[in-house]
């Protein structure tokens, strides 16, 4: 899955201000031929902070937080598709995420120059787009800035607990052959629900910058470890399938979803970035990125399930040989490495969370407050992994459910609000983003339908 990391933009709150509406507008606004209304004397890029990320900054953090524990996956996907669908599904599976990404961007810089905001986040574009779009959605403003809010805090918190599913199945599998006992994935979750009830407490993005270098140097080593046992050996393509059938191809989708899809960092870190032009447009910050994410995610998925073929799991690092000191030093790591990047992964939804409710606590009892509240949500993801202990159905479900709506569905329908008056010859803005949240409600109710088939399957 890809990895959300405040500390490259995620967790600072993007710019929230207020709505404008059509006659708040000041006397230079001018109406265009499109009926939307600008002011020529206003630049949202020439009113970000100076002192923001570097274009190469913004790229290093753009990559940091997509090249995760996601990539890990890959291989699973290409079992579900075979080897020749996965690699064009995964190129197909990239662009539609890339260009869905491209819309929410250029959607939320054309709605900053309209109601003259620097930099809008991805809850407040949309609140915008509504606010000064079609009179018959304007009143639906709020319940589309609490929609992609809610669906931000529902997605990082399940991903969270596929987070802590896998680290459990980590040491699950190195614990109990090295020492030859046979404990449940459930004991080890209620194990690391301690150290994640802890760390969950931490609130401060300065110091969770720590835990996030941390983590990059052992996603580092356990990457150039895992690919050591990949081509250590020659591999055998005779036995695996170009078409995998289409019974699987639910879980495909929902497995690329769930590796590649990072729209919830992407608008941090655009705002935050001191030439936000330079994010969209050939090549650009967006297209490097994607196109980088897009050929490692590949490679590591095709080579990936040539290597191990259909007995590879959820991540690539538990096929790794039991015993092996090298091998139990790359599952161990990834499992740490996934624990130092939880505390990062709860910081957006907590504070979305924290800001939509604090008003219901008195002040001086607002530390006590998060500390219980942070304490339960950490309690929670740890529950709802001891429910579902297998993490294969899990990132499919994840990702079907949660990532198709909110990294596709929402920004395709937040652009036809927004382009509604001009929406090209043909209306074929219309006709293209029907197809796409045609496509990811699809993938949301196939997706859903397989994960809790086999969970179900499984707990039987």
């Given at each position: 899955?890809?990895e959300?990391l405040?500390?490259?933009?995620?967790?600072?709150?993007p710019p929230?201000?207020s709505?404008?509406?059509?006659?708040q507008?000041?006397?230079?606004?001018?109406?265009?031929e499109k009926g939307k209304?600008?002011?020529d004397?206003?630049?949202?890029?020439?009113?970000?902070?100076?002192n923001?990320?570097?274009?190469?900054?913004?790229?290093?953090?753009?990559?940091?937080?997509?090249?995760?524990?996601?990539?890990?996956?890959?291989?699973?996907?290409?079992?579900?598709a075979?080897?020749?669908?996965?690699?064009v599904?995964?190129?197909?599976?990239?662009?539609?995420?890339?260009?869905c990404?491209?819309?929410?961007v250029?959607?939320?810089?054309?709605i900053?120059?309209?109601?003259?905001?620097p930099?809008?986040?991805?809850?407040?574009?949309?609140?915008?787009v509504?606010?000064?779009?079609?009179?018959?959605?304007?009143?639906?403003?709020?319940?589309?800035?609490?929609?992609?809010?809610?669906?931000?805090?529902?997605?990082?918190?399940?991903?969270?607990?596929?987070?802590?599913?896998f680290?459990?199945?980590?040491f699950?599998?190195?614990i109990?052959y090295?020492?030859?006992?046979?404990w449940?994935?459930?004991?080890?979750?209620a194990?690391?629900?301690?150290?994640?009830?802890?760390?969950?407490?931490?609130?401060?993005?300065?110091?969770?910058?720590?835990?996030?270098?941390t983590?990059?140097?052992?996603?580092?080593v356990?990457f150039?470890i895992?690919?050591?046992?990949?081509?250590?050996?020659p591999l055998?393509f005779s036995?695996?399938?170009?078409?995998?059938g289409?019974?699987?191809?639910p879980?495909?989708?929902?497995?690329?979803?769930?590796?590649?899809?990072?729209?919830?960092?992407v608008?941090?870190?655009e705002?935050?970035?001191k030439?936000?032009q330079?994010?969209?447009?050939?090549p650009?910050?967006?297209?490097t990125?994607?196109?980088?994410?897009?050929v490692?995610y590949?490679?590591?998925?095709?080579f990936?399930?040539?290597?191990?073929?259909?007995?590879?799991?959820?991540?690539?690092?538990l096929?790794?040989?039991?015993?092996?000191?090298?091998?139990?030093?790359?599952?161990?790591?990834?499992?740490?490495?996934?624990?130092c990047?939880?505390?990062?992964q709860?910081?957006v939804?907590?504070?979305?969370?924290?800001?939509?409710i604090?008003?219901?606590?008195?002040?001086s009892?607002?530390n006590?407050?998060?500390?219980?509240?942070?304490?339960?949500?950490?309690?929670?993801?740890?529950?709802?992994a001891?429910?579902?202990p297998?993490?294969?159905p899990?990132i499919?479900?994840?990702?079907s459910?949660f990532?198709s709506i909110?990294?596709?569905?929402v920004p395709?329908?937040?652009?036809?609000?927004?382009?509604?008056?001009h929406l090209?010859?043909?209306?074929?803005i219309?006709?293209?983003?029907?197809?796409?949240?045609?496509?990811?409600?699809l993938?949301?109710?196939?997706?859903?339908?397989?994960?809790?088939?086999?969970?179900?399957t499984?707990?039987?």
């Amino acid at each position: 899955m890809t990895e959300k990391l405040p500390s490259s933009g995620n967790g600072e709150k993007p710019p929230t201000g207020s709505v404008f509406t059509l006659d708040q507008f000041s006397s230079k606004a001018n109406l265009t031929e499109k009926g939307k209304i600008y002011d020529d004397d206003y630049d949202p890029f020439e009113h970000r902070d100076p002192n923001g990320n570097s274009t190469m900054g913004s790229l290093a953090h753009l990559l940091k937080s997509s090249l995760g524990s996601g990539i890990l996956a890959m291989p699973m996907a290409f079992k579900n598709a075979g080897l020749l669908f996965g690699a064009v599904g995964t190129i197909v599976v990239g662009f539609l995420c890339t260009h869905c990404v491209h819309i929410l961007v250029k959607t939320s810089h054309e709605i900053c120059k309209e109601v003259k905001k620097p930099a809008l986040g991805f809850a407040e574009t949309a609140e915008a787009v509504f606010a000064n779009g079609p009179k018959g959605v304007r009143k639906m403003s709020t319940f589309a800035k609490n929609f992609v809010d809610g669906s931000l805090m529902a997605t990082y918190w399940a991903a969270a607990c596929v987070y802590v599913v896998f680290i459990a199945t980590s040491f699950h599998d190195v614990i109990n052959y090295d020492l030859g006992i046979d404990w449940d994935k459930r004991i080890y979750i209620a194990m690391v629900s301690i150290f994640i009830v802890l760390v969950g407490q931490i609130r401060n993005l300065k110091v969770l910058v720590p835990f996030s270098a941390t983590a990059n140097v052992f996603i580092v080593v356990t990457f150039a470890i895992t690919l050591y046992y990949m081509f250590r050996d020659p591999l055998d393509f005779s036995d695996k399938p170009m078409y995998a059938g289409y019974k699987t191809l639910p879980m495909f989708f929902a497995t690329v979803i769930f590796a590649m899809e990072g729209i919830g960092v992407v608008m941090p870190v655009e705002n935050e970035m001191k030439k936000p032009q330079h994010f969209l447009g050939c090549p650009g910050v967006l297209n490097t990125a994607m196109i980088t994410v897009i050929v490692l995610y590949a490679v590591i998925g095709f080579f990936g399930y040539v290597k191990y073929g259909d007995i590879v799991l959820g991540s690539i690092t538990l096929n790794l040989p039991d015993g092996a000191p090298l091998a139990d030093t790359a599952k161990i790591l990834m499992a740490l490495a996934i624990f130092c990047t939880y505390p990062l992964q709860l910081y957006v939804p907590n504070d979305i969370l924290w800001r939509k409710i604090n008003h219901l606590f008195p002040e001086s009892r607002h530390n006590i407050a998060q500390i219980l509240l942070r304490a339960l949500i950490c309690l929670i993801t740890c529950g709802i992994a001891a429910g579902v202990p297998d993490l294969e159905p899990f990132i499919g479900l994840v990702g079907s459910v949660f990532f198709s709506i909110l990294g596709i569905f929402v920004p395709s329908f937040v652009e036809t609000v927004y382009k509604w008056d001009h929406l090209g010859k043909f209306n074929w803005i219309l006709v293209k983003n029907t197809f796409l949240m045609i496509c990811a409600i699809l993938a949301l109710l196939t997706g859903a339908y397989v994960s809790l088939d086999e969970i179900i399957t499984g707990s039987s």
